[in-house]
């Protein structure tokens, strides 16, 4: 008993003791759960600043942004990176970030630089599309539907899912698409005519795709998910055994996807500003940029970064994003989700 | 007897002074600092009324159901004995910590659109009508039924433990005489065992009820988006809307409603506890043709509802899930152990990869130290709420609060209270106290309760040192509620994701934790290693709880 004792408060002591951030510099980021990196790159900007990253993931992209505007008064963190232009507005009105001209925005296109005032920079960008089971289209000899329009005609009925835009991120960027191909109210009898032709709603992404999607490994019902225009790449590079072509790919009509780009922030307060602004050259740098691709499947804002084969062969950007101006989405997203919400689940 | 009340407070001091910092600073300092009483509108106010409704709703149906399974097991617990039993008993316990995406995983193979209920009915029908159906048979995810069959999977576990504890130290001697005194046996339990579970009855179906009325990840994934309790309400409207004023107002309804059950609760507890002689639990073999009925039955039955959804964990995480491009109603079944093997590379070079080892080390570091936390904090609490006086009155519902109290709302209140402290390791066992405490508290009570005092006084005129009465007269009854309690922390602790998320530094996930990460991208692989972690986190508690079952621990002599 004693002996097990001991062993029980080893065992907390450790965990409890161990790990406390220490050093002189410890940068602390502030992110989504989506975030990853390659151990080397992050140990790179390490070495080379003498400083300790830390991260913190504070949920969806959604949630870590209301948890960095709650703590506001005393940030967890030095540096938010994660908020996209759906969430934008609501990031800059909240007053969270201190600006920084980083001479790394020379490099970047302007259609990317939405915030002015450079308190928002852009990292990386990439597109909600719905991906398609190539191998149910044509063992149905079913032709794959080329626009909006198409899904709801009677051959897809039943065919497609999607995310709930009030709980997922692709959800809410996909009824943006819509709002943006149809206008404002067209697009809810749009939603109904989906809902009518079968509509298949759940929570969020997980479900969606792992649990509905007929293309993926959850060998759901739908062969039609909202999922991102790099899932087929992904599908390839995570495949159990070796592909030799993805078994998904994206509809790429007009207004079919809808384009997410993520910003990062120094954030108001922080303890280490100069570390802070290195960390976001570092972000807008060749090298992280090169990084993200195979990390967290988004494309790099910097032109001309190299991409992973499987990218450049089965990862598809819309060639007509539907675009949307984040202050016409911070004034109206939440009477949209409303109305959809009204249209297609009550 | 007047040095009681500074006794009493001593043993107050520490659980208090955990709930004061750790729960009511962080939750009332969220709460004020969103509410706002313009949000008091008719409009809002009828909106929480209409989420309100459905929550009571689910939650009662939802609590009756548990109670209908789990009290016929925890007599077939308390008192039979069969082969495999405590395996069963553990297995019961095993949904207690899935997280709940697996636990959709789990149904979903078996019952869901293309599960393999649906596809064997499928088959049937096409064989006998040349002709393949594109829906479903049977309906199931995106039901009431699918959150009632997961509330009674998730919470069974629940009755079994606290009611079975009960039940197995109820003295055989009072059914014998009122056996002999002509009762027949409904007239037994009717007036003579269930008065005597009462108080552990109760304590089950509260427990059970607020997990119910609490629920989060049930709803939104077997429910689907067209349900919504009061706790998916925060959610959307805190962390997605951003409306913290409603989502305040949505707390605070929850909290006022968890009030008014644990203040009913302790109401209708009359603390009446029967005392009984220490014993150990008296089982049997079914003798009988009723008794082997009801055995034989009621494993199957628990078989099918605690085994069959979980089974396919482990089948999945052993058979080949890349999309097929073959004929659609078939899934592959090649067998292969890559996700296993894949677990121990870290392919992508993450800065976040943790071998499978680390993760569990991890889950198991925080577990135990939930453990040994929630019983020094629940010990000396459930002593006091043994013999209670006006103070335990008062303090009784307010000890149940973080159980029914909004998990969403107290992690954004960790942020504001805790802000760079949240980075933290040992908040995580801290905020997973939290919920293991009122279970341990309401394991250890009633066991408590039952201690005779004539026997105390009995050891302590025979010259016992205290210390020498309590390892002889309390430790023998204790024993048994007291690895109930440890099994329910340890559980508690090793499945608990969501404050893990937010607490945990994404350098020491759990294993929860890393299953979601495996199934936030797509592709077979990750699939493949979220099934294989999730067979390894249920095979770890499985033996956890075994281990903790057989624990022989020292002093604890079999009477």
Redesign the interface.
Known sequence: ?KRI?YF??S??L???C????SGPQTL?VMTH??F???????QSFEQANNAKV??????DA??AL??A???KD?P?ADVFYGVDNTFLS?ALTADIYVPYNSPALKNIPVEFQLDPSHRALPVDYGDVCINY????F??HNLAVPQSLEDLIKPAYK?LLVVE?P??SSPGLAFLLATVKHFGDPNYIGYWKDLRANGLV???????A????F????????QPMVV?YGT?PA??V?????P?SDS??ASILGPDTCFRQIEFVGILKGTRERALAEKFVDFMLSEKFQADMP??M?VYPVVPNVALPDAFVKYSQTAPQPAVLSPDDIAQNR?AW?QAWTDAV?H | MNSIFPRRALLWLAPLTFLAVFFFYPFFRILFFSFDPSTLNPSNLAFSFHVLLFTFYQAILSTLLTLLIGLPSAYLFAHFEFRGKSLLRALTAVPFMLPTVVVAAGFNALLGPRGWVNLGLANLFARLHHSLSPSPFIPFIGTLGAILLAHVFYNTTIVIRIVGNALSRLDPKLEQVARSLGADPPRVWWKVILPLLRPSLLAASLLVFLFDFTSFGVILLLGGPRFATLEVEIYVQALQLFNLPLAALLSLIQLLCTLTFSILYTRTLTYSTVQTAPRSPVTHKAQNVLDKIFVTSLIFLLSALFVLPMLALPLRSVSRLDADRGDRAQLQTGFTTDYYTELFINRNNSIFYVPPFQAAINSLGYAVATVLLSLLLGLPAASALAKPGRLEKILDPILILPLGASAVTLGLGFILAFGRLLTYPWLVPLAHTLVALPFVIRTLQPALASIPDRLRQAAASLGASPFRAWQTVDWPILRRATLSAATFAFTISLGEFGATALLARPEYPTIPVAIYRFLSQPGGLNYGQAMAMATLLMTLTTAGILLIEKLRLPGAGEF
């Open positions: 008993m004792l029980a408060l065992i907390f450790l965990v409890s161990a790990p406390k951030p602390t759960d989506s990853a990196a390659t151990d080397t790159v992050i830390t991260f913190i993931k504070s949920g959604g949630a209301n948890k505007i709650l703590s005393a967890l609501r089971d190539k191998a149910y044509a063992s039943g709930n009030a709980t709603v759940v929570d969020g992404w997980e479900t795709y792992y649990t509905n007929s293309g993926s490994s959850g060998k759901g019902p999922s899932s992904a599908e590079m995570f495949a159990s055994t592909l078994p998904t195979a990390q499947f939440d989700i689940l």
